[in-house]
């Protein structure tokens, strides 16, 4: 119960400051629009092309990124390898 009511309650501090927030589109190969993104500092939150909230990644500290699906639950994580401009491929 305490983590249903933490995640609500950062959900609504992400929807509150989401104005202020970088946003990205993303589309299919089609042209279609797929969803967005919005940066909040060290996190950014997801919604799909109904703008329901999707997920949220966050950067750590240690250089790693922490995926997390729309219920909140921990669905992985990338750590950044070097200093390569593509933390994914490792290509510059």
């Not at 309650?9 to 589309?27: D, I, P, R, T, Y």
Request: aromatic share 8%; proline share 1%; charged share 15%.
């Amino acid at each position: 119960m305490k983590k249903l009511l933490l995640a609500i309650a950062a959900l609504a501090v992400l929807s509150a400051s989401a104005a202020h927030a970088q946003q990205s589109n993303f589309f299919g190969k089609d042209g279609s629009y797929q969803g967005s993104s919005f940066q909040h500092g060290r996190s950014t939150t997801f919604t799909n092309r109904n703008g329901q909230f999707d997920g949220t990644s966050i950067r750590n500290s240690d250089g790693s990124t922490s995926l997390y699906d729309r219920n909140g639950h921990f669905t992985g994580s990338v750590q950044r390898q070097g200093t390569s401009s593509n933390p994914l491929t490792g290509a510059k």
